[in-house]
């Protein structure tokens, strides 16, 4: 069996496509997917000093030698977060593609907020804090001074992708949401060309789109009671992998989330757009795309 080394990391941006271009690519036979698809390992000093045996381990037991050895964890284009991440996987594997993932930048805002809205508390303080203020509206979100550099941030996508210049450019690719939504088959052939993989191969994988916004649901207080009691876990331990993996993704014992007003307040979307302009207008420039690429109306 080939030695282990991770070769692709889709590294981003949060709401941009990552979730569904990770389930394709897990579908097909010579992909490798880690599991879960996110692993943070290469961005948490925790998690790395464990080393790659552990990473291999944990979020790769099912490796059988596939050529194509992948996870996709958004925050590592997260420089403030996971300054470290580029080196260290480039240390682990210089020759290992990296793709990134962007869309409309007032788009993923929204979908962002949708996204922290339906979420649970969480061990994390940073990610409490986001979920609180979720709970306040869409604008009152955004106008919470953390939450708005956290925003502007990542939605600087150039200054997030030059962290990542360990990497030659034909080594990266970036995918535009927009392109994948408007031009799917020619976007996703050139993302098969970029991995070696066959014409076509990802579009035959691509039928579903997953994590989607609107159709997020929360789970009801009995879902919670029930995964957090004792008897679930000791079932649990009983219940064959495939169906265990279909409970937890599917809505049984949750609820629509309503969601209420996402529009963007003048004066802020404005701010907004002001703050992240020349960031935008240039890494448009880099990928031969207009300034109004991203409709401002």
């Known amino acids: 069996m080939a030695q282990f080394r991770v070769n692709l990391v889709i590294i981003g941006v949060g709401k941009a496509g990552t979730t569904s271009l990770a389930k394709w690519l897990s579908d097909l036979d010579e992909c490798c997917f880690s599991e879960p698809k996110e692993t943070m390992f290469f961005g948490s000093d925790r998690l790395f ?16 030698g596939e050529s194509l050895v992948a996870e996709a964890t958004p925050a590592y284009s997260i420089r403030a977060q996971c300054g470290a991440a580029a080196e260290r996987i480039h ?12 869309r409309d930048p007032l788009a993923r805002c929204v979908s962002a907020w949708k996204m922290w809205a339906s979420l649970e508390p969480t061990q994390s303080d940073f ?19 953390v939450v708005y550099k956290h925003m ?5 996508y150039r200054y997030q992708l030059e962290a990542w210049q360990l990497f030659p450019k034909e080594q990266q690719h970036v995918i535009f ?8 088959t020619d976007t996703l052939n050139k993302v098969s060309n970029f991995l070696e993989l066959a ?15 609107e159709n997020r649901s929360q789970k009801t207080p009995f879902r919670r009671r029930l995964e957090e ?18 409970v937890a993704e599917s809505n049984i014992g949750s609820k629509p989330i309503k969601f209420g007003n996402d529009d963007w307040e003048t004066n802020l979307r404005a701010k907004f757009l002001q703050d992240i302009s020349e960031d935008n207008i240039a890494f448009l420039k880099d990928f031969g ?8 109306t």
């Open 91 to 102: 240390e682990h594997n210089p020759q290992s593609k990296i793709i990134y993932m962007v």
């Open 229 to 246: 009691s004792s008897l679930w876990n000791s079932v649990k331990g009983l219940v064959p992998g495939g169906l265990k993996a279909a």
């Open 152 to 156: 502007v941030l990542t939605s600087s």
């Open 49 to 64: 000093e464990k080393g790659i045996d552990w990473y291999q381990n944990t979020f790769f037991p099912h490796y059988a």
């Open 199 to 213: 014409p076509g191969t990802l579009e035959e994988a691509s039928r579903i789109n997953y994590n989607t916004g």
């Open 177 to 184: 949401l927009e392109d994948l939504k408007e031009r799917k």
């Open 127 to 145: 990610g409490n804090h986001l979920i609180t203020t979720s709970k306040k509206g869409f604008n009152n979100w955004l106008r919470d001074p």
């Open 289 to 296: 795309k207009p300034a109004e690429f991203w409709t401002r």
